[in-house]
C-alpha cells in the first residue's frame, strides 16, 4: 500500500519511521516533509502545504493512496478529513466537527459535561469587562485561555488577580474579538494519554509525560513541548484504568450520541492529583508532538494495521503490542525559542549520534555558493533525540549521549527531561 502523511514535524518524522517497518507499506510520500523523513526507507517529499486539502486529495488520487495519516490540528480543524472521506478517500483523523474536541475550548468543555468527564470548572466570556469582573469569584492560581487554537501558547496560569487580568487585558486587544475561558487551577503530576479510536472503541497508547516550558524545573515560557518520555510512572495501571472508564469511554460515548464518529487519535491531557484522579487539561485532535516521538518507538504492532482498524470500525479486533522499555525524547531548539530565534545554522554531528533515534523537525537543506547542500536549522525545535533502554535512565542516557553530539550555533536543551519520574 502507498501511504501519505500530512506534515513536516519531529511527531511526522516519527509515524514515517514507524509506518516504513511495516511489510504492507510499499511507498511513503510526507507533504510537505522534513530532510530527516526524506532519509526514511521508502519515503519520499511532496511540496504540497498542509492546508492544501485539493492538492492532497487530488494526489492521493492520482498516485493511488490507500491511507492518508494527518498529523497537525490546523488540517483536521480545517476540514482536511471530511474533503478526503467525500472523495471516498481513507483518512486517519478525525472530521472538523469531531476535531472542535481541540479547535474550540468551549465546544470541549460542553462535551465533558455532557459526558460527565472530570476537568476544571470552566466559563466562557466574550466580553473583557465580564472576564475581568468574573476575577473577583475565584482562588488564586487562575487559569486564563484563549478559546480557539494557539499552538500551545494560549494559556497564562496566573497567580494574582493582576495577572490574571492583564491576560485578559492581552487577549482583548487584538483585532478580532477573543473568546476566553477562565478556569479552577488543577492541582498534580500532568501525564499526556494518546489514544486510538475508530469511534466506538478507544484504546490508549503508553502513558507520556510532556515538558512544556522552556526551562529546566518547569520554570519560563511554555513550548510546543521540550521533550517527554513513556512510560509516565504518574499514569499506574490504576489510574490508566481510571483514564479508560472515566475520561475515555465516557467522551467517546457522548461523541456517539451527538452523531460524531471520531477516528483517529483522541489525545487526553490529564492532571493527575496527588490521590491518583485524573481530571482533563485539555483534548487534543491528533498526535502529540513530541509525545509521538516517545511513544511510537515502543509501540511492537504494526502501525499501519493499527490505523486501517481505526479508519474501517475494526479497532475492537486489534491488540496493542508494547515493548517493556522506556523511551525519552529530548528536544534540540533554537537559541531564543520560544521566542524569536534564527535559521540557517549549520547542523553537525548527526553521524555521530548513533545511539538514538534523531527525529528532525525544524530542518531544511540549503545549498551553499559551491553548490554543496547542508542541513540547516530551520524552525524552534530542530531535533527531537529519542532513546530507549531497560530502564528511563537507559533512555534517558542514551538521548543525552547522542545530542551531546550534535551541534549548531546556539542549540538549546533542557536537560532535566524525566525529573518528575525519578
Ligand atoms: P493547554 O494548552 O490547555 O494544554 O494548557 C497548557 C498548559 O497549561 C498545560 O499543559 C498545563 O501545564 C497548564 N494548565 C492548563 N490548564 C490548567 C489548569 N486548569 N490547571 C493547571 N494547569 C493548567
Ligand atoms: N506536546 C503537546 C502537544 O502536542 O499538544
Known sequence: MQIAIVGSGGREHALAWKLAQSERVSRIFCAPGNPGIASEPKCHLVPLSVTDYEGLARFAITQNIGLTVVGPEVPLVGGIADRFQEAGLKVFGPTAEAAQIEGSKAWAKQLMAEAGVPTAKAEVFESKEAAIANLQTRNIPIVVKVDGLAAGKGVTVARSRDEAEEAIEKLFSGSDPETVVIE?????????????????????????????PIGEGDTGANTGGMGAYAPAPVATDEVMNKIQSRVLDPTLAALQKRGITYRGVLYAGLMISPSGDPSVVEFNCRFGDPETQAVLPLLESDLLEVMLACTDGRLAEIELKWRSDFAACVAMVSGGYPGSYDRGKIIRGLGAATGALVFHAGTTNQSDSTGKTRLVTDGG???????RGSSLQMALDRAYGSVEQIHFDGAYYRKDIGFRAK
Open 381 to 387: 525545535r530542530v531535533l527531537g533525540v529519542t532513546g
Open 184 to 212: 479552577d487551577f488543577l492541582e498534580g503530576q500532568e501525564a499526556s494519554v494518546l489514544a486510538f479510536t475508530d469511534g466506538k472503541t478507544v484504546v490508549p497508547m503508553l502513558p507520556a509525560q510532556d515538558h512544556k
